[in-house]
C-alpha cells in the first residue's frame, strides 16, 4: 500500500460532463491563482482544463523563479503571467496570486496548483460553499470523504495525520487536510491572505489563521490526481524540518493577538 | 564537579534566550526559519547547565578534568559558529537575490519610460 500511486480520472470526467453551472457564479469576478515552478508540461493542460470548466474565469500563473518555459507557454495560453525573479517558495508565490487577487478587486479566487495534480473540474464542488455564503474559504480535502482515495508515502501520511489532529484540537472544528492547496476564496479570504500568508509550508498555518480571525471553514471531498510534472517540494529529510517548523509557528501564533482583516489593510 | 552556581546561572541566561526568541516569533520580529538554530542552541545550553552529572561526564569524555564548565563554553561556541555561518549564507543569497531585483528594476524602468514616451524623465 505505502508508495502506492494512484489515478481516479473517469470520476471527474463524469462529474465534468453532470455539472450545472452554479447559480450566480457569472455576476462575480473570478480568479484562478496558478503557482507553477518548473511545470511547462503541465500547466497548458491546467489552464485549458481551467477554461473548460468557467471560461470566464480569468487565470493568473506565478512563475516562481521556473529554469524553463513555464511563464512563456502559460501566456501564450493567454493567462495572466507574475513571473517572480527569484524562487520564493510556494508561500510566496501563492501569496503574489492573492495579492494580485486583491489588488484588482476580484470577489472570488481558486487556488490550482500547476502540477495537473488539482483537476479542476473538481472546482465546482470547492467553489460552492463560498458561493452559497456558507463559507470564507472552502478546502478540497484528500481526506474528508470516508472511501479514502488517497494514497502516498507511509510516512508523509503520518505527517498529514499529526498536523490535522493537532490543527483540529486547536481550531475546534474537525480539519483533515491541512496540506491541500486546492481552495476557493471570497473577498474576505482574498484580503486575508493578500495581507498575511505563511511561508515555506504554508496552508497548516494558514488554516490556524484562517479560525483565528474568525472566517469560516469548510472542507470538501475531492480527489487528486497524481502529479503531472515537476518534483514534490517536500523530501523526506525536509519533512521533518517543516514539521517541527509549522507546530512551532501554530504553537507561538496562538499567543498572538489578532485583528480581523479589513478591506483597507494591505 | 561544576560549581552550582555556574549551572544555575547558566540555566537561566539559556532559558531566558528560549523565551526570548520565542516572543520575537511572537511578534514577527523573527521567522521560525531563523529562530530554529536559536532554540536548539537554547535548549541544548538550558540542558547541559542542569544536567550537572552529564556535563561531568561529557568533560571526562574530553579529558577536561579540572573545569568541566569548559565544556559548556565550547557547546555554546560550538552553536554560536553555526548560527555565524547560517547567517552568512543567509546574508550571500539576500545579497544576490537585492542584486537581481534592482537590475529587473533597471530594466523595467527603462522599458516603462520606453513606453510611455520620452517626453517625461
Request: proline fraction near 3%; hydrophobic fraction near 50%.
Given at each position: 500500500m505505502s508508495g502506492c500511486r494512484w489515478q481516479r480520472v473517469p470520476e471527474t470526467v463524469e462529474l465534468a460532463a453532470a455539472a450545472p453551472p452554479l447559480p450566480g457564479l457569472s455576476d462575480l469576478r473570478r480568479v484562478a491563482i496558478v503557482p507553477a515552478l518548473n511545470e511547462e508540461h503541465t500547466v497548458p493542460r491546467v489552464i485549458d482544463e481551467l477554461r473548460a470548466f468557467d471560461p470566464g474565469l480569468d487565470i493568473v500563473v506565478i512563475d516562481d523563479g521556473s529554469t524553463d518555459r513555464t511563464a512563456d507557454v502559460a501566456g501564450a495560453k493567454g493567462a495572466f503571467v507574475l513571473r517572480l525573479p527569484f524562487n520564493l517558495g510556494i508561500g510566496g508565490a501563492v501569496q503574489t496570486g492573492f495579492r494580485f487577487a486583491f489588488e484588482h478587486g476580484y470577489d472570488l479566487a481558486v487556488r490550482v496548483d500547476g502540477d495537473g495534480q488539482h483537476d479542476p473540474a473538481q472546482l465546482q464542488r470547492i467553489i460552492e460553499p463560498v458561493l452559497r455564503g456558507d463559507a470564507?474559504?472552502?478546502?478540497?480535502?484528500?481526506?474528508?470523504?470516508?472511501?479514502?482515495?488517497?494514497?502516498?508515502?507511509?510516512?508523509?501520511?503520518?505527517?498529514?495525520?499529526?498536523?490535522?489532529?493537532?490543527?483540529?484540537?486547536?481550531?475546534?472544528?474537525?480539519?483533515?487536510?491541512?496540506?491541500?492547496?486546492?481552495?476557493?476564496?471570497?473577498?474576505?479570504?482574498?484580503?486575508?491572505?493578500?495581507?498575511?500568508?505563511?511561508?515555506?509550508?504554508?496552508?497548516?498555518?494558514?488554516?490556524?489563521?484562517?479560525?483565528?480571525?474568525?472566517?469560516?471553514?469548510?472542507?470538501?471531498?475531492?480527489?487528486?490526481?497524481?502529479?503531472?510534472?515537476?518534483?514534490?517540494?517536500?523530501?523526506?529529510?525536509?519533512?521533518?524540518?517543516?514539521?517541527?517548523?509549522?507546530?512551532?509557528?501554530?504553537?507561538?501564533?496562538?499567543?498572538?493577538?489578532?485583528?480581523?482583516?479589513?478591506?483597507?489593510?494591505? | 564537579?561544576?560549581?552550582?552556581?555556574?549551572?544555575?546561572?547558566?540555566?537561566?541566561?539559556?532559558?531566558?534566550?528560549?523565551?526570548?526568541?520565542?516572543?520575537?516569533?511572537?511578534?514577527?520580529?523573527?521567522?521560525?526559519?531563523?529562530?530554529?538554530?536559536?532554540?536548539?542552541?537554547?535548549?541544548?545550553?538550558?540542558?547541559?547547565?542542569?544536567?550537572?552529572?552529564?556535563?561531568?561526564?561529557?568533560?571526562?569524555?574530553?579529558?577536561?578534568?579540572?573545569?568541566?564548565?569548559?565544556?559548556?563554553?565550547?557547546?555554546?561556541?560550538?552553536?554560536?559558529?553555526?548560527?555565524?555561518?547560517h547567517y552568512s549564507t543567509v546574508i550571500s543569497r539576500l545579497s544576490d537575490q537585492n542584486v537581481l531585483l534592482a537590475q529587473k528594476l533597471a530594466l523595467l524602468e527603462q522599458e516603462l519610460r520606453e513606453s510611455t514616451g520620452s517626453e517625461r524623465n
Open positions: 470564507d474559504i472552502a478546502v478540497g480535502s484528500r481526506f474528508a470523504a470516508e472511501e479514502g482515495g488517497y494514497r502516498s508515502s507511509r510516512s508523509r501520511r503520518v505527517g498529514i495525520r499529526i498536523l490535522a489532529t493537532v490543527v483540529s484540537r486547536i481550531v475546534g472544528q474537525r480539519v483533515t487536510d491541512t496540506t491541500s492547496g486546492f481552495q476557493a476564496l471570497n473577498r474576505q479570504g482574498i484580503a486575508l491572505f493578500a495581507r498575511d500568508y505563511p511561508h515555506d509550508y504554508p496552508e497548516v498555518e494558514a488554516t490556524v489563521m484562517v479560525f483565528r480571525h474568525r472566517l469560516r471553514l469548510r472542507e470538501v471531498p475531492v480527489s487528486m490526481r497524481e502529479r503531472g510534472g515537476g518534483r514534490s517540494s517536500i523530501t523526506a529529510l525536509r519533512s521533518i524540518y517543516y514539521m517541527v517548523k509549522v507546530l512551532l509557528a501554530i504553537f507561538v501564533g496562538l499567543f498572538r493577538r489578532h485583528v480581523v482583516p479589513d478591506e483597507e489593510s494591505r | 564537579m561544576t560549581p552550582l552556581a555556574v549551572s544555575i546561572a547558566g540555566a537561566i541566561a539559556s532559558f531566558a534566550l528560549v523565551l526570548v526568541v520565542l516572543d520575537l516569533i511572537r511578534r514577527h520580529r523573527l521567522r521560525e526559519r531563523y529562530a530554529l538554530l536559536w532554540l536548539a542552541t537554547g535548549l541544548v545550553l538550558t540542558a547541559l547547565s542542569l544536567w550537572r552529572d552529564g556535563l561531568n561526564t561529557i568533560a571526562r569524555w574530553f579529558g577536561v578534568r579540572s573545569y568541566p564548565p569548559a565544556v559548556l563554553f565550547a557547546v555554546a561556541i560550538l552553536f554560536i559558529i553555526a548560527v555565524l555561518l
